[in-house]
């Protein structure tokens, strides 16, 4: 769809083609729970690595190691989301969820900044209710000890 530009605004409210070619983007590039699951897990593992010896990375592509550190862990909580985000009744991919919020909230400082945990729980939760399933916070992490 081709608009002009009319004194700096566009001549109509349909979107443009950059627009376009992003939605059709995003469709084809849907991924399922499985491949976001792996996604989340691969970008916290380099988030990891990069921050324990962040000045081996120092340079690349023009930002430091802990720059690189954060991206990865960007990364990571979009997958996360993009997780959360469709519902489910499975218990597989709901057992997935509860994995990626456990570990988001095990980070430190991760639920100051951002607020990826606090989206991947109600999106937890709310599977939770369409499965039957009744989640409850444990005090302590669940282990041969409980």
């Given at each position: 769809?081709?608009?002009?530009?009319?004194?700096?605004?566009?001549?109509?409210?349909?979107?443009?083609?950059?627009?376009?070619?992003?939605?059709?983007?995003?469709?084809?590039?849907?991924?399922?729970?499985?491949?976001?699951?792996?996604?989340?897990?691969?970008?916290?593992?380099?988030a990891?690595?990069?921050?324990?010896?962040?000045?081996?990375?120092?340079?690349e592509?023009?930002?430091?190691?802990?720059?690189?550190?954060?991206?990865?862990?960007?990364?990571?909580?979009?997958?996360?989301?993009?997780?959360?985000?469709?519902?489910?009744?499975?218990?597989?991919?709901?057992?997935?969820?509860?994995?990626?919020?456990?570990?988001?909230?095990?980070?430190r400082?991760?639920?100051?900044?951002?607020?990826?945990?606090?989206?991947?729980?109600?999106?937890?939760?709310?599977?939770?209710?369409?499965?039957?399933?009744v989640?409850?916070?444990?005090?302590a992490?669940?282990?041969?000890?409980?």
């Amino acid at each position: 769809m081709k608009t002009k530009d009319v004194g700096g605004r566009r001549d109509d409210a349909g979107p443009q083609d950059d627009e376009l070619a992003l939605y059709a983007r995003a469709y084809r590039g849907a991924l399922s729970a499985d491949e976001l699951f792996e996604r989340f897990e691969a970008y916290a593992a380099h988030a990891r690595l990069i921050e324990q010896a962040p000045e081996r990375f120092d340079g690349e592509l023009g930002l430091s190691g802990r720059q690189l550190a954060e991206g990865a862990r960007m990364a990571a909580r979009r997958m996360a989301i993009l997780l959360a985000e469709a519902p489910t009744a499975l218990w597989e991919v709901l057992a997935l969820k509860v994995h990626v919020f456990e570990a988001l909230i095990q980070l430190r400082d991760e639920v100051a900044r951002s607020n990826a945990a606090i989206m991947v729980e109600a999106g937890m939760k709310a599977d939770g209710e369409r499965a039957g399933v009744v989640l409850i916070p444990l005090d302590a992490p669940f282990g041969p000890t409980q």
